[in-house]
């Protein structure tokens, strides 16, 4: 059983372009969680979805940040017209549903590098 | 609202020497408690978990946390430490039923020869 796979590994943007991130679950997890850890900081919870839902938001800037969780294909984080302080790693972690939750399973991470 | 507060941010300790990671979380409702490492550019790997029953809970690479509800903390202990166990340590809590995992700041164990 593949564990979350998160592409690509590195991303480098210029000021003003648009980064797509991917990330594919665990095999029969419906759950999709989305973190930023800033250089030096902790991992902040910015989105949490299930397939075609958003289910919590609160932690995704109100501007140029979007992510979907598609009924197929994997979930995407995008982040439009990228700027110096996007630069961060971006976590996905993904779990079973619920009733069968005993903890989130992180891939290994999307770095942004925004020049 | 739930939060985690993890009290020390860096942790410098002798090779061999015990050490204690502390953390302490906020809730108004039953969680699960967890410890992740994250060593430099990688993801996080799962330490260990408490979800119920006893509550010393023991892990990989030696580690081994105790719940504390009344003092509602969750400190993170090795009695022996080794030069591969420098990394970043996260404790984190999310409550039963709910999914969002919360994350406190981490603490950078830094262990010397």
Known sequence: NAGVMQNPRHLVRRRGQEARLRCSPMKGHSHVYWYRQLPEEGLKFMVYLQKENIIDESGMPKERF????P???PS????QQVVRGDSAAYFCASSPPQGL????FFGQGTRLTVV | AQ???QLDSQVPVFEEAPVELRCNYSSSVSVYLFWYVQYPNQGLQLLLKYLSGSTLVKGINGFEAEFNKSQTSFHLRKPSVHISDTAEYFCAVS???GFKTIFGAGTRLFVKA
């Open chain 1, 66 to 69: 979007s992510a979907e969780f």
């Open chain 2, 3 to 5: 939060s985690v507060t």
């Open chain 1, 71 to 73: 009924k197929e294909g």
């Open chain 1, 101 to 104: 939750y005993t903890e989130a």
């Open chain 1, 76 to 79: 995407i984080l995008r982040i």
């Open chain 2, 95 to 97: 409550s039963k039923g």
